[in-house]
C-alpha cells in the first residue's frame, strides 16, 4: 500500500531534550515536506527537500532540522525543543514540484512542556 | 506573498443540505489549486485539485471551479451527510511547485 509513516504518532517531552520524528514514504517521490498545523493557524510548511541531499527552507524553520539521506526518508529533527514548538506534525510526500499531489502522513502530536 | 483566505467555520448543516466553503487566493502566476479534507484523527487527503483557469476538479459529489477572474475556489456538494463531517483546507501550490499554502482551515459538522 502507497503510503507515508510518521514515528512517533504522540509524544511528550521536555524542553531542551532533542527528539526525532522520523517520516519514510514508499512511493518512490522526489520531493518530501514537513508542515506544523497549529488552531487558527492553518498548516505552515518547516522545511522540504527536492530530492536526495537537497533541502530549503519553509515559512517557519527556526527550531528545526532536517536531513534527507535517503529518497524515501526524511527525518525532522528538534535539538532543543521548547514549548512553543507543541504542535501536530505532518509529512508530505509527491512525485515532484508543480501540479501533483501531497501524500499526507498520519500526523505526529507533540507536546513540549 | 501567496495567500489563501477561506470562511471561518463551524459550519453545522443537517443532512442533505446545500454545502459551500469559500475560498479565495493571492498568487503570481497561475497556481494549481487543491480542496483537502482531514477526518478526526487522521492526516490530510486530497478531495480535488484544478491546475488551470475554468478547471473544475470534482471528487465524491464535491465540485470546486478555479476561475481568475475573481481568484476563487469554492467548495460546494449538493446534498451532505452525516460522514462529510471533518475540516476542510484550501490550498495552493506555489508558482515555484515547493510549498502547499494552506487557508486555516473549516470545520463542517452535519448532523442527521
Known amino acids: 500500500e502507497a503510503q507515508v509513516t510518521q514515528n512517533p504518532r504522540y509524544l511528550i517531552t521536555v524542553t531542551g531534550k532533542k527528539l526525532t520524528v522520523t517520516c519514510s514514504q514508499n512511493m518512490n517521490h522526489e520531493y518530501m515536506s514537513w508542515y506544523r498545523q497549529d488552531p487558527g493557524l492553518g498548516l505552515r510548511q518547516i522545511y522540504y527537500?527536492?530530492?536526495?541531499?537537497?533541502?530549503d527552507k519553509g515559512d517557519v524553520p527556526e527550531g528545526y532540522k532536517v536531513s534527507r539521506k535517503e529518497k524515501r526518508n526524511f527525518p525532522l529533527i528538534l535539538e532543543s525543543p521548547s514549548p512553543n514548538q507543541t504542535s501536530l506534525y505532518f509529512c508530505?510526500?509527491?512525485?515532484?514540484?508543480?501540479?501533483?499531489?501531497?501524500?499526507f502522513g498520519p500526523g505526529t502530536r507533540l507536546t513540549v512542556t | 506573498g501567496d495567500s489563501v483566505t477561506q470562511m471561518e467555520g463551524p459550519v453545522t448543516l443537517s443532512e442533505e443540505a446545500f454545502l459551500t466553503i469559500n475560498c479565495t487566493y493571492t498568487a503570481t502566476g497561475y497556481p494549481s489549486l487543491f480542496w483537502y479534507v482531514q477526518y478526526p484523527g487522521e492526516g490530510l487527503q486530497l478531495l480535488l485539485k484544478a491546475t488551470k483557469a475554468d478547471d473544475k476538479g470534482s471528487n465524491k459529489g464535491f465540485e470546486a471551479t478555479y476561475r481568475k477572474e475573481t481568484t476563487s475556489f469554492h467548495l460546494e456538494k449538493g446534498s451532505v451527510q452525516v460522514s462529510d463531517s471533518a475540516v476542510y483546507f484550501c490550498?495552493?501550490?506555489?508558482?515555484?511547485?515547493?510549498?502547499?499554502?494552506f487557508g486555516k482551515g473549516t470545520t463542517l459538522s452535519v448532523s442527521s
Open positions: 490550498a495552493l501550490r506555489d508558482q515555484a511547485g515547493t510549498a502547499l499554502i
Open positions: 527537500s527536492m530530492n536526495v541531499e537537497v533541502t
Open positions: 508530505a510526500s509527491s512525485l515532484s514540484t508543480g501540479s501533483y499531489e501531497q501524500y
